[in-house]
Nanobody, 122 residues
Framework: VQLQASGGGRVQAGGSLRLSCAAS????????MGWFRQAPGKEREFVASISQKSTQINYTDSVKGRFTISRDNAKNTVYLQMNSLKPEDTAVYYC????????????????WGQGTQVTVSS
């Protein structure tokens, strides 16, 4: 499975961005999808995950109520809608595939996209 993330950019605090991750080369509808992020000097951390049919969704506590993960299996794409962005959300955001919906560590996911930069200014 190849993953291509897009949609990053620079926004002011309180703004919104929508990340997309397009998958190819595999059975998108059969894999759990996730988003992780990595800030400079920090380890890659879990953000959100979604099950194959969107029946199970998991978020890290710091983004609950602000971020929404969704997927469109017909378009082989997973999204991350990010609202009320904060400077501490600044990071490179990565989409991942092949884990399980309760997995929260990078090693639990098999496939990775290249990352897209999100910068939130105060």
């Amino acid at each position: 499975v190849q993953l291509q993330a897009s949609g990053g950019g620079r926004v002011q605090a309180g703004g919104s961005l929508r990340l997309s991750c397009a998958a190819s080369g595999g059975s998108f509808s059969s894999v759990v999808m996730g988003w992780f992020r990595q800030a400079p000097g920090k380890e890659r951390e879990f953000v959100a995950s979604i099950s194959q049919k969107s029946t199970q969704i998991n978020y890290t506590d710091s983004v609950k109520g602000r971020f929404t993960i969704s997927r469109d299996n017909a378009k082989n794409t997973v999204y991350l809608q990010m609202n009320s962005l904060k400077p501490e959300d600044t990071a490179v955001y990565y989409c991942a595939a092949g884990g399980w919906v309760t997995a929260t560590t990078p090693s639990d996911f098999k496939y990775w996209g290249q990352g897209t930069q999100v910068t939130v200014s105060s």
